[in-house]
């Protein structure tokens, strides 16, 4: 009985056992390991984000500057306002061309990495591309304030070429205009085509590196020019990518704050407006309508993109 007991296999270990348990279950693992994402996720982030809807149905009492807590739609009203419409118009302009900007000077850069730039090269691009997210952006930002400024570096470069009529002209151009560049829209646009350029570039050059060479081939070997070629292979293949880098910089210019802020005129956009009614105002409701704004215009740009067929080839 000794010698049987002694011959008996020892159990196997914890750690073994329980690797078995979850092998067997692969649905309990799923479930295991996504729980903590999905947790942080709709709590957080839905929570959050349903705490802001909901406050945005509420509206501030005129006499007592309290908040109401009962449903209405007067606060998006105020949205109508012309004060508050100039804002979202202001703001939705600026992200547009900034996108726009962003899209026609990232692709020629893009399309050359991808295409055309040997590995040495490429690697120079990236590191490029990529050195500014390294410092701080606040730093960036005061930069280009101190390049921007009436005595900054790009006014002695004018003045240097003995343009400075033209940028006389420039600056005296009405509402983009202002006593310098960094008091201006003008400049307020440059700074954030600079900030969010990489955020473009990185998307388009990973898209174009996707699309077959043999495509590209095949379609000058089919008789097509260059340029039909572009238009009719390249972009389509590549578009996923624009709309991609699209995202970034239209959804970061939307709710971006700190650059309007230090660099422009003292007129507001939509994450100013969030900032002075949630802080300095005290109005939480007309804070939450106004970044409701973004989602939707950016609700309706994906479903525009969508539409058009940009996702896919992702």
Not at 19 to 45: I, K, Q
Not at 137 to 154: M, N, P, S
Not at 165 to 173: R, S, T, V
Not at 180 to 190: C, D, E, F, R
Request: charged share 10%; no cysteine; aromatic share 14%.
């Amino acid at each position: 009985m000794s010698t049987a007991a002694a011959a008996a296999p020892a159990p196997p270990p914890l750690a073994r056992r329980l690797s078995t348990f979850f092998f067997r279950r692969p649905s309990l693992t799923l479930a295991l390991l996504l729980a903590g994402p999905l947790l942080w996720l709709g709590v957080v982030y839905l929570g959050s984000l349903f705490a802001l809807l909901l406050q945005s149905f509420f509206a501030i009492d005129p006499f007592s500057g309290l908040v109401v807590h009962s449903f209405t739609l007067a606060t998006y009203g105020e949205l109508f306002n012309a004060a508050n419409f100039d804002i979202i118009v202001r703001t939705v302009a600026m992200a547009a061309a900034v996108t726009v900007t962003i899209a026609l000077i990232a692709f020629p850069v893009a399309y050359y990495m991808a295409r055309y730039a040997s590995p040495r090269i490429k690697a120079l691009f990236y590191l490029g591309v990529m050195l500014p997210l390294w410092s701080s952006y606040l730093v960036r930002v005061y930069a280009w304030k101190l390049i921007l400024a009436k005595e900054g570096i790009l006014t002695w470069l004018v003045d240097q070429v003995h343009l400075t009529w033209l940028l006389d002209g420039i600056l005296a151009l009405p509402v983009v205009g202002g006593a310098s560049l960094s008091v201006s829209y003008i400049g307020t646009y440059l700074v954030f085509v600079y900030i969010w350029m990489p955020y473009m570039i990185l998307p388009i050059e990973a898209a174009i590196e996707r699309v077959p060479g043999s495509v590209i081939e095949a379609s000058g070997d089919l008789g097509a020019p260059p340029a039909a070629t572009f238009w009719k292979v390249i972009l389509p293949l590549a578009l996923p990518g624009v709309v991609a880098g699209s995202i970034f910089t239209f959804s970061l210019t939307l709710g971006d704050y700190i650059i309007p802020g230090i660099i422009g005129s003292s007129k507001f956009f939509i994450g100013q407006a969030v900032y002075q009614h949630q802080g300095t105002a005290g109005n939480i409701p007309l804070a939450a309508a106004f970044s409701v704004v973004p989602i939707l215009v950016m609700a309706g740009y994906l479903t525009l993109a969508r539409r058009m067929g940009a996702f896919n080839a992702l």
